[in-house]
């Protein structure tokens, strides 16, 4: 009786966390949902919501995968490791380039504002997740050129989110950057500094968050979808990145320029899952 007990306690508390997972993911595309309709001190407002509720579902989503070990590794290597580059950052200017932010994002640490790794450990997650997928690492631990590929990928799906929101975020005025040039065809006023160095940081970030957190306590990371809501977030960002700046914005080149290039992962990705769900289907 004893150990019927045993065996039927982990599937409540699975059921709780994918339930709780997904619920958060929900919650995050809520609170963007309106994010291009309002302005001003609203938009500053919804900006740091969003950015800690889509946080929340990352974290969610990590302890879904991989127990209390994926959102301590999150948090040690993404919070912690963002924080700390970020710091380097805006008093060197490395590895991204010279810029400072405005004060507009709420209290700072170090003179970064709190929110900023906040952003990195709501998308490392996705994007991890992204090439887990992507890169056939899901199974149990994964071999040593799986994890390569992971975080390869990895970095990628993370950096090239970075030119949707960079964009955005200057203007709306919350970093500014002391030289924006050269850019990337179409991102203006955002230097190519910044997207080499956010491609070298992810890389390195992803790596380190898939060998923190050890192995699995589930394949599946939530109601047999490829890399459970995680990888939802993922597509969300990038479909939502995209029609936000070429419907409301006014920045259809930034559209096309981030359209490409994180559509290299989101795409393949998008293939994958919809595969996935035909063939349950």
């Keep these: ?13 699975s059921g709780t966390g ?17 994010y291009p309709l309002v302005s001003g001190p609203g938009r500053d407002v919804l900006t740091v919501v969003g950015v800690v509720v889509f946080c929340l579902a990352s ?3 990590a302890a879904l ?11 040690a ?3 912690l490791g963002g924080l700390v580059v970020e710091a380097v950052g805006v008093r060197t200017g490395f590895p991204f380039g010279a810029y400072h932010y405005t004060g507009s994002l709420g209290p700072s640490v170090a003179g970064v504002p709190v929110v900023v790794p906040l952003a990195w450990v709501m998308m490392a997650w996705p994007a991890l997740e992204a090439a887990r997928v992507l890169a056939g690492s899901r199974e149990r631990g ?7 590929r992971t975080a390869l990928v990895g970095g990628w799906a993370l950096a090239s989110w970075d030119v949707f929101l960079d964009p955005q975020m200057v203007d709306a005025g919350h970093w500014i950057w002391s030289d924006p040039r050269p850019a990337l065809p179409g991102v203006e006023g955002v230097p190519l500094t910044n997207f080499a ?27 047999g979808a490829p890399g459970g809501p995680a990888v939802l977030l993922y597509l969300w960002a990038y479909a939502s990145s995209m029609t936000a700046c070429l419907v409301f914005f006014g920045r259809p080149q930034v559209a096309l320029a981030g359209g490409v290039l994180m559509g290299l992962v989101a795409v393949p990705l998008a293939v994958r899952v919809a595969g996935a769900a035909g063939g349950r289907g």
């Design 197 to 223: 160095g956010w491609v070298a940081v992810s890389v390195v970030m992803v790596a380190a968050v898939d060998l923190a957190s050890g192995h699995p306590v589930r394949r599946s990371a939530g109601n």
């Design 142 to 148: 994964g071999t040593p050129a799986a994890r390569v």
């Design 59 to 61: 974290v969610a989503a």
């Design 65 to 75: 995968r991989h127990g209390v070990r994926g959102p301590l590794a999150l948090f």
């Design 18 to 34: 994918r339930r709780t997972a997904w619920g958060l993911a929900a919650a995050a595309v809520l609170c963007q949902v309106p």
């Design 77 to 79: 290597v993404a919070g």
């Design 1 to 13: 009786m004893v150990q019927v007990q045993e065996r039927s306690a982990p599937r409540r508390g």
